[in-house]
């Protein structure tokens, strides 16, 4: 059970080939004479079978062995009897090499595919590669030198390219997948299998669409959790929905959205096929940064400065080293260089300077990057120069790209770097550009090791009124929210609103303008009228009661002129927002098709559509994403103090976007919302208007529903934690696993002895690698649940009642791809056995996969591990012998 589900797909020991007559080319088909080709060059070291459909020997000596892999690459009208026959001859995987075959189709073989019980990649298909077995079980191309980056992508064509290009940069593939249009095995299946794969250091995705977006998205941030996922996604398209009921609708577009989630997933994204071959060959490099500091070693200024300006226009910033280290370096080359900014060793510079230059900034903990930049010089020697850097590599704990200028005199060098997998490259622009790729993939691992809960710690809100509300207006058959209503919502959930009231007639207006006290703003209030300024639906700083009637019955005239079928409730009063100072911005909410409720903020107003400001985020949010979010918008740089106006309170600001997180978590139903303008001052912020459209919860995973089935990203399931007793005093709390548990899990496994570290982990290993500690704390809620066991300990050597956790036990269950059972594990500090702490674990995590829907629990224990044999008899599981290990006993438990 340790082997991934997808590993007799991958990984097969034994093929059958489905390619039809052996002896007559004429009657295969293109792609089964494509497949044999390349099968006939490589050293396959399984068993491979070509099987001839027309003889009953072949079937029956077939049908006495249980095969890995059926390979089928037949006309259209026989590869539904060859799945059938693969069938049953009991493969546990299978590959469909077509083109062209139509969804009713596929859905036919992938039903066969369940019944039978076996994987399938295909149909549409071109294969797949895995160089390290010498196993080339596709039509893409040659078979691709071996290395440690993965390649998954949905476009035959595409991938084909790719491996031309990767032969001549010397680019080395662990995996190439190529899947193609309705394939059973998906794009999340893949990524998962890559990002368990230890042969697998990177991986690069092509994509255009998916199907379940919450399964992506927990695949997609358990490879990036684990090793750099580099994107390049076709189909994008501008932003505009020009129908759209509401502002945030209007502005921002799928293509966005998607970007959102690359960025939460913490995955980089590519938008061009040039930048994705860039990004691979960083990927190559095996190297991580750690930060977006690139210092620039150049040997002249024209190269240097456009290295510069691409590194300004990029965001990224210029890596100086520090004065002590320039005056050493200078110290060291010719007298001509300069180390003010860039790292320009002048023209005269030899490989000696550009290795000491190298070194200097590989150890100045002020850079984060290196790159190498060389232009042809008469009496230079760029190929020295390129083998000093071929030798620096080894020694470089940071990322090392290198770009030497020109063509035709500087290919040997070229080829030098490529060998040594130093990325290198023909302008400056493109070197940045590939760093400044890789670096992102740092920022977003921030983004992504966040795990909030649905709820702040902020005062609770009134989820069920806010319910009760929306009921209310969904059973009169309304999905637009009123002004009233929208602030009503608002402030449930405790968002500061201006007080509104609504006048039904002119008499009504003046008087309640009278008691909210001049000036005042006067609305339309209509269910229909989404944007109330461009039909004279809004009346600002109006001063007195003559003012107020005689407007109230402009607004009326002009509203049913300009749409006459509107239904008009009245006209708001409200008083004006007294913030001179104030900013004008947004917040808003949109319901992405396929990933679910987006929060976006910008610039706000009359104008918000032109000034098109809006950075987006996945809810939930803590207060580091609503900080971040703030930051990436371009109205972050006027809430700062200018022209007299002191800075606006951030804070503030950060807590209704907390807010706006609960009331996405907490209410599927809300669909779009506007809170426009939303001013922020020195004081707080206040919602000045707001409106809100409702509807059918969105479903981000088909099928699946329960707690948060709207979301893309489950919150911190904190309705899980629970405190018990100790024996002998004491007392603990089981709760759900987070990354910032990392260091305390790592605690627990060493002070295992090594016995049970070995019942455990099957392995004599001391401490988890990092890989594994990160799959083990950064968890999918939907898919896998880890509670641990924590206790609050005194800190050795620190002030009087200074506690931290510590971790004493964790159970946990990872769901089958069947999607029905579940296999756990446990482990439990030995200073704790025998206090009933492994029994509450588990019968704690059984209880979450029952709520999950699961129908059964199951798990592997070593034969000779009692005391665990002994706990899972007592807790009612039937002890099974495990036919594929005999030194595994299966402990299974209906749930």
């Excluded at 001549?168 to 995996?175: A, I, P």
């Excluded at 023909?426 to 760093?435: I, L």
């Excluded at 090791?449 to 009124?465: C, F, H, K, Y």
């Excluded at 995590?845 to 706990?871: C, Q, S």
Aim: aromatic share 6%; proline share 6%; hydrophobic share 45%.
């Amino acid at each position: 059970m340790d082997k991934h589900y997808l590993t007799p797909l991958f990984e097969p020991a034994s093929i059958i080939l489905f390619t039809g007559p052996q002896n007559q080319p004429d009657k295969q088909t293109p792609q089964a004479r494509a497949l044999l080709a390349y099968l006939q060059a490589q050293t396959f070291k399984g068993r491979i079978t070509p099987l001839d459909t027309g003889t009953t020997g072949t079937l029956a000596d077939l049908a006495q062995s249980q095969a890995d892999l059926a390979v089928i690459a037949l006309p259209d009208d026989e590869i539904v009897a060859a799945l059938e026959l693969a069938g049953r001859i009991r493969v546990k995987a299978a590959l469909v090499l077509s083109e062209r075959i139509g969804a009713a189709q596929a859905l036919e073989m992938q039903r066969i595919a369940q019944r039978h019980g076996f994987w399938l990649l295909g149909p549409n298909s071109r294969g797949f590669q895995r160089p390290r077995l010498q196993l080339n079980a596709g039509t893409a191309g040659a078979l691709a030198a071996a290395g440690p980056l993965g390649l998954v992508s949905q476009s035959g064509a595409l991938t084909a390219s790719i491996l031309d290009w990767a032969q001549q940069q010397s680019v080395g593939f662990s995996t190439v997948v190529s899947l193609g249009p309705h394939t059973a095995v998906t794009l999340a299946d893949a990524l998962d299998y890559l990002a368990a794969d230890r042969h697998t250091q990177s991986i690069v995705v092509y994509m255009e669409g998916i199907g379940n977006a919450r399964r992506f998205m927990s695949a997609l941030r358990a490879a990036a959790n684990s090793k750099p996922v580099v994107v390049l996604k076709a189909g994008r398209k501008s932003a505009g929905n020009v129908a759209a009921q509401t502002h945030s609708s209007a502005i921002v577009g799928s293509d966005e959205v998607f970007e959102a989630v690359l960025r939460r997933a913490g995955a980089v994204r590519v938008r061009s096929f040039v930048d994705l071959f860039s990004a691979a060959k960083c990927l190559a490099s095996r190297y991580r940064p750690v930060g977006r500091r690139l210092a620039v070693i150049s040997n002249g200024g024209g190269p240097g400065v456009l290295a510069a300006d691409w590194v300004s226009e990029l965001g990224l910033e210029l890596g100086v080293l520090s004065q002590d280290a320039a005056a050493r370096l200078k110290e060291q080359l010719p007298v001509g260089a300069s180390l003010v900014d860039l790292i320009d060793v002048s023209e005269d510079a030899d490989a000696a300077h550009y290795q000491a230059a190298i070194e200097a900034a590989n150890q100045d903990r002020g850079i984060d990057g290196v790159l190498a930049l060389y232009s042809p010089k008469f009496g230079g020697d760029g190929d020295a120069v390129a083998q000093a850097l071929v030798q620096a590599r080894p020694r470089m704990g940071k990322p090392l790209v290198a770009c030497w200028m020109g063509d035709a005199s500087v290919q040997p060098a070229r080829h030098a770097l490529a060998e040594a997998q130093i990325p290198s490259f023909r302008t400056p622009e493109a070197a940045v550009g590939a760093f400044g790729n890789i670096a992102s993939f740092y920022q977003n691992q921030q983004l992504l090791q966040q795990t909030p809960p649905p709820l702040s710690n902020l005062a609770a809100p009134d989820v069920e009124g806010a319910r009760l509300l929306i009921e209310g207006v969904l059973t009169e058959r309304r999905k637009v929210l009123t002004e009233m209503e929208s602030k009503a919502l608002l402030s449930a959930f405790h968002i500061p609103v201006t007080q509104t009231l609504l006048a039904r007639s002119s008499s009504e207006a003046m008087m309640i303008a009278t008691q909210l006290g001049f000036p005042v703003a006067l609305k339309i209030d209509s269910p229909d009228i989404s944007h109330k300024s461009d039909v004279g639906g809004v009346a600002l700083n109006v001063m007195n009661a003559t003012a107020v009637r005689d407007i109230w019955h402009d607004m009326m005239d002009a509203v049913r002129a300009g749409q006459p079928t509107a239904r008009i409730n009245g006209v708001t009063v409200q008083a004006m927002a007294r913030k001179p100072r104030g900013r004008e911005l947004y917040i808003g909410v949109v319901t992405d098709a396929a990933f679910g409720p987006v929060i976006a903020f910008g610039a706000g107003g009359t104008m918000i559509e032109l000034m098109n400001d809006h950075a987006m985020e996945l809810p939930p949010l803590n207060q580091f994403l609503a900080r971040r979010l703030i930051e990436r918008s371009r109205a972050r740089h006027t809430l700062t103090a200018w022209r007299g106006a002191p800075e606006a309170d951030i804070a503030a600001l950060e807590q209704v976007l907390l807010r706006v997180s609960e009331m996405v978590c907490a209410l599927p139903q809300l669909r779009e919302m506007d809170i426009n303008p939303i001013i922020v001052d020195e004081s707080g912020a206040l919602a000045v208007d707001a409106r809100i459209v409702i509807g059918s919860a969105a479903q981000t995973a088909p099928g699946r529903s329960g707690h948060y089935g709207h979301l893309a990203i489950l919150p911190y399931p904190a309705r899980y934690e629970q405190r018990w007793p100790l024996k002998g005093g004491g007392e603990y709390t089981v709760r759900p696993i987070h990354p910032d548990d990392a260091q305390g899990l790592q605690s627990l496994v060493k002070r295992l002895s090594p016995e049970s570290r070995y019942f455990r982990f099957v392995s004599g290993m001391t401490e988890l690698p990092p890989g594994m500690l990160a799959r083990f704390t950064l968890i999918d809620y939907d898919r896998e649940m880890a509670l641990c066991a924590v206790i609050e300990e005194e800190i050795e050597g620190a002030s009087s009642g200074q506690t931290r956790e510590r971790i004493i036990g964790v159970s946990r269950y990872i769901t089958n791809p069947d999607h029905t059972s579940c296999e756990f594990s446990l482990e439990v500090d030995d200073a704790y056995a025998g206090q009933g702490l492994g029994s509450r674990l588990m019968h704690s995590i059984m209880d979450v996969a029952r709520d999950k829907g699961l129908k059964e629990i199951i798990g592997l224990v070593l034969t000779h591990n009692d005391p665990m044999l002994r706990l899972m008899r007592s807790l009612g599981f039937q002890i099974k012998a495990y036919p594929e290990d005999p030194d595994f006993r299966l402990a299974v438990h209906p749930l």
